[in-house]
């Protein structure tokens, strides 16, 4: 804290704003597409008490439109391009044009209204990415209908109703919409949803069939409804993730929405009708705000991916992007890791990904060294250019757009710096910075929780992320800043010493160059720090003795592991460093809260569901999977 404020009160008095230049902005040359970035441009005001408010001087306007107004625009100027694609039973790709995309969103806005539907009402949607899923959602926002998109995991998998219980009573829809009426009935024994009138693709009983609303007339109804619909009404509920407590139904008005495509814009320059491969959930920010709404401002066509990032299904991810050769790509960490071992063994995969990819973007969690530097390597060698990879940052109560790297990120945990029409606010924590925000896409509360929307903020209005961060050089703060960790993550050890959890993380992962997949690390209230770690596979067979037999217990892979932590260790702290570790067998849980639907590992929850081994990482006598440094 010290160090940085003091750097910073060398060029900037209290009260006072300075703004620095980093470079005027530059243009690379791709087959396709000119990518241009912003400048790197920072504002800086220093308070008295060390606090920073950051903002970018890029000029802002407030957003006067709706996501929803790209419809009839694309359909009138491209009725013929494909919007959106999906996978069918045959193995080919069921597509939906503009001009159609726009008819059934009329029709079946029209067929809510005469089913009662009125201004405010909620509409759940409980199953994954489709097709029909799109045009519902934009059929009800277009007519003042709230769209509630639901995890498909807590209609799907054990223990999930109960998180889908704890949703549907504070969300009381008046209709639910799900691809298989027969798949997700799981629902109805919750009350809330059964008394709702539910729409089905497949027409299974008790459900309207989704075809028979699609087909309906446009009337009056819908273009009046359509005309009336504010900017600052409510359009979407999305859900946490409940990591730190049930599910908070974040809302996201319309100018929230449209703000958080603009800022993004004003930083990189969009790819003329942009083609992606998509797997990241609807029901998630990054997935139905950045990747399926860009895709509709962009008038771009957009392929959902029926792949995930997991080992067992990441071979449909591979076919899909091979196939349609996307001009950006979005991704978690763990998704990229997949893709460089994938192209690592068969270049042509690699050929085809990268023919006229112009951007390569992650968010979720920070990427690890090894990864970033095989990202670079690999479109290099392949394409002869340089794909440029970015990162970003954001909330669920941001829409998500909080800062991005409007450049090709050199280093982990860069999350760039603020966006265009925002303020972030940074109060110093220990060596960090605890980060809040301020703006035009930021929520204006949660559902029928005025009690944590009131915590949610401070009393000038900043939202309360819950997040450190820091700057990658005080001495240019222009260079971007860091993520070093989330607030609810961090602990003390029995010292009273405070643990950064976000830091830490990410230089294990860099120490052990790629052989660790990812980490959980345990020591709250004990002595020391441990940790439970994820191998990866395919680096792991590098080092081990008996690449053949079982990675987590082979001797080459420990020594190795236990040779790298003990140069980690030799960096750092007394608080940081690491005394055992234990190699996991069994993947990340996703039915236990341990791995979101966003592929990144919940701390909180693998510490709690895996008791059991963190008790072995701290006996007496150690375990004989636990290897002591």
Known sequence: MRRCASLLAAVAAPGRAFCVLLQSGWEISMSTHKLTFAPRELSIDTRSDGTLILRSPIAWSPCEWRITDFLPHWAGAASDRVFLAQRNQAGGWDEISYGEAWLQ????????????????????????????????AFAAMSIGVIVAPVSPNYSMMPGGLARLKDIAEVLQPRFVFVQSGSQFSAGRAIPELAA??????????????????????PGDGFAQAAAALS?????????????????????????????????????????????????????????GNVILHGILKNGGTLYIDDGRPLPQLFHKTIANLTEISPTAMFNVPAGYNLLCEAIERDADIGARVFKRM??????????SEGTLEKLYRLTSSITGRQIPVMSGYGTTETAPTISTTHWATDQPGE????????????????????????????????????????????????????DTVSFIDPDRPER????????????????????????????????????LLDIVVAGENR??????????????????MDPDSDLTADPGVAAFLKDRLSEYNATVGSSERVCAFLLL?????????????????????????????????????????????
């Not at 999305?238 to 049930?246: A, M, P, V």
């Not at 002595?527 to 081990?544: F, G, H, M, Y």
């Open 196 to 217: 709702a009138t539910w729409i089905s693709v497949d027409g299974a009983p008790e459900t309207i069939p989704f075809r028979a609303l699609a087909v309906k007339a």
């Open 358 to 367: 112009d951007r390569l973007s992650y968010a979720g969690a920070a990427i």
């Open 480 to 515: 971007g800043l860091r993520f070093t960790g989330r607030i609810s993550e961090n602990f003390k050890l029995a010292n009273g010493t405070w643990v950064s959890i976000g830091a830490m993380r990410a230089s294990i992962l860099a120490a052990t160059r790629g052989v």
């Open 105 to 136: 969103v009329q029709a079946v806005g029209q067929s809510l209204i005469d089913l009662g539907a009125t201004t405010g009402d909620r509409l759940a949607i409980l199953s994954g990415n489709s097709i029909e899923h799109a045009i519902v």
């Open 527 to 544: 002595d020391s720090c441990t940790l439970l770690c994820w191998l990866n596979p395919a680096e792991a067979k590098r080092v081990a």
């Open 585 to 629: 067998k069994e993947p990340a849980s996703m039915a236990a809260g341990e791995i979101t639907d966003k592929a990144y590992v919940n701390q909180r929850a693998v510490l709690k569901h895996r008791g059991e081994h963190v008790e072995r990482l701290y006996a007496a006598e150690p375990a004989r999977e636990v290897v002591r440094l």
């Open 415 to 466: 999350i760039g710096l603020p966006a265009p029409g925002l303020q972030l606010k940074l109060i110093p924590v220990s060596d960090t910075y605890e980060v809040r925000v301020k703006g035009p896409n930021v929520t204006p509360g949660y559902l029928g929780r005025p009690d944590l929307t009131a915590m949610a903020f401070d009393e000038e209005g900043f939202y309360r992320i819950g």
């Open 231 to 287: 900017c600052d009404a409510v359009a979407k509920i999305l859900f946490t993730s409940g990591s730190t407590g049930l599910p908070k139904g974040v809302l996201n008005t319309h100018r929230m929405m449209a703000s958080a495509l603009q800022m993004g814009i004003l930083l990189v320059s969009p790819s003329p009708h942009p083609i992606q491969v998509e797997w990241l959930p609807w029901h998630h920010t990054m997935g």
